[in-house]
């Protein structure tokens, strides 16, 4: 940024309002959400990247209308009715899909959403009011503007103008190619061994755990009010092992090591035991007749209760003795992977509800916490992906006033999604539970870059478009390459779910950069080329 505007105080009229923005956002979130998790403490990145692009885009055009020779007002002016507007769209496609994230029921995406919503919405509060501010304040105390400024498109990125109909034949191409042979292959991960941190040893410990302890730390625990009511759980739990191609598998309650028929079985040993009371004995040996009394003394055991048993199998299946109830342990089959999402899904939906009469016992184990967010996950976004596609084209819209204007402006977010899905099924790469938190972002940039360029074209009018990448399109990759290089950090994480998060967002705002600095002008190019003729 300090090469692009060749003055330090840029990064003061950048990061001050996106500072502003995210003490604002932070604030809301504790008072409305309380405290960040696992999902949400991504917020940093993906807000840094977004609501610094805003400051950016603002600042470069301010300083080129001063260049121009406006005075600081009719600037400030001028900047916040062109590039000011297209903040304004740019916020309003991205945020919805964000808050459209409240509609899932797992906590962790539903309160993602929120925050990062807002916070775009108030990064361009921020950068309408107090940026403003800064750039007055800044005048006064005698801050001018560089003479010159940098203008780091490379060469290479004006190919794309200069040769329309061969860039958007190969776009083309290679959008039909993508769609119809490669994204049918794009897969979710399910393996969660895949996205967790490399740990040396782990896998090994894991599988000695297994081997010794029982259901390996992937059994489901049910806690049972009734005790009359854990013969029926065993029945149904038994019932659904024996059937084909079933998850569960064992049963474990503490009557397992509490014998029935206890009073039956005293009364065979005492039989047993008056066997030995014949005068044949006294002809023994000693150290027989020794032996024998060892045996005898085997015959009369005391009763055994749940009470009698020893501390640590009582802990197993009792809990805290102030907590009423006790727990039943279902053991998934040997040899099936719970870290597979799909196993652990199928485990689920076996065992997650036991019904007794009309009471409702449920299974719980951090296995069946896992299934129930990817199912959500899942489940809720095929009703949050047609409404997010939705809200942006009604800002669109809204913002344009014609469908034309509207498709037109959707043709980099097309092509760079569609690209990003190709490298990745060419790639191997897949869609998972860490990843797809950075899609709305993606999709964000990818309507952002097309707004922005567009809403220069459509000022400066047609031939414009060699000037709207020297201002726009530099612009554009400043925020493109900031942004990478904010996320490209997370690539070289320990843990590869993070590392997956990192990558996929690096490729994406790659292949949206392409498609808003090559093939978009290109569009705009061939455009007026057909239109003239």
Same mark, same amino acid.
């Given at each position: ?76 002016? $001028?900047?916040?009715?062109? *590039?000011?507007?297209?903040? =304004?769209?740019?916020?309003? +496609? #991205? !945020?919805? @899909? ?63 103008? $200069?040769?329309?109909?061969? *860039?958007?034949?190969?776009? =083309?191409?290679?959008?039909? +190619? #993508? !769609?119809? @042979? ?352």
């Amino acid at each position: 940024m300090i090469w692009r505007f060749r003055r330090f105080q840029a990064l003061v009229f950048i990061f001050v309002p996106f500072g502003f923005a995210l003490l604002w956002n932070f604030a809301i979130a504790a008072k409305v959400v309380g405290k960040l998790n696992v999902v949400t403490a991504f917020l940093f990145s993906i807000l840094f990247g977004m609501g610094v692009d805003f400051g950016i885009h603002m600042l470069a055009r301010y300083w080129e209308e001063r260049h121009k020779g406006l005075d600081l007002l009719p600037a400030i002016a $001028r900047t916040i009715s062109t *590039t000011g507007r297209s903040c =304004v769209t740019a916020g309003l +496609t #991205t !945020a919805p @899909a964000f808050y459209l994230l409240m509609i899932n029921t797992f906590k962790g995406f539903s309160e993602f959403g929120f925050i990062a919503g807002t916070g775009l919405i108030l990064s361009v509060a921020s950068f309408l009011t107090i940026f403003p501010c800064l750039l007055i304040l800044a005048d006064r105390l005698g801050f001018s503007p560089p003479l010159t400024v940098a203008e780091p498109v490379i060469s290479v990125f004006n190919v794309g103008w $200069r040769h329309p109909r061969a *860039t958007i034949i190969v776009v =083309v191409i290679l959008f039909v +190619t #993508t !769609a119809a @042979a490669i994204v049918p292959r794009l897969h979710f991960e399910y393996d969660f061994k895949k996205l967790k941190a490399r740990i040396e040893g782990a896998d090994v410990a894991k599988d000695k755990m297994r081997e010794s302890v029982r259901g390996g730390g992937a059994a489901a625990v049910v806690l049972v009010d009734e005790e009359n009511d854990i013969f029926e759980i065993r029945r149904q739990v038994e019932k659904i092992a024996a059937s084909e191609g079933s998850i569960a598998d064992k049963f474990y309650s503490f009557d397992r090591f509490v014998p029935d028929k206890q009073e039956e079985k005293k009364k065979v040993l005492a039989r047993i035991d008056k066997r030995f009371d014949g005068e044949a004995l006294k002809l023994l040996k000693d150290d027989e007749k020794e032996k024998i009394d060892d045996f005898r003394s085997m015959l009369k055991p005391d009763e055994v209760t749940a009470e009698s048993l020893p501390p640590s199998v009582r802990k197993s299946f009792f809990g805290k003795e102030d907590v009423p109830g006790q727990l039943v342990i279902i053991s998934p089959r040997k040899g099936v992977e719970l870290d597979d999402g799909r196993n652990a899904m199928k485990f689920a939906d076996e065992v997650r509800e036991i019904r007794v009469g009309d009471r409702v016992y449920h299974a719980t184990s951090a296995n069946l916490i896992f299934a129930d967010v990817l199912d959500t996950m899942l489940r809720d976004s095929k009703r949050a992906i047609p409404l997010v596609l939705l809200a942006v084209v009604v800002v669109l819209w809204i913002d344009f006033r014609s469908w034309k204007r509207v498709a037109i402006v959707s043709f980099p977010l097309a092509v760079g999604v569609m690209m990003m899905f190709g490298i990745m099924c060419i790639f191997g790469l897949k869609l998972n539970f860490y990843n797809m938190i950075v899609l709305p972002t993606l999709l964000g940039l990818g309507v952002d870059y097309g707004v922005y360029f567009y809403h220069r074209y459509l000022e400066d009018g047609p031939g414009s478009v060699p000037e709207a990448m020297r201002h726009t399109g530099s612009a554009i990759f400043i925020t493109a390459t900031t942004t990478m290089l904010g996320f490209a950090g997370l690539i070289l994480a320990n843990h590869m779910g993070l590392s997956s998060l990192g990558t996929l967002a690096v490729i994406g705002i790659a292949t949206c950069l392409f498609a808003a600095v090559i093939s978009f002008p290109a569009l705009l190019r061939l455009m007026e080329n057909i239109k003239s003729k």
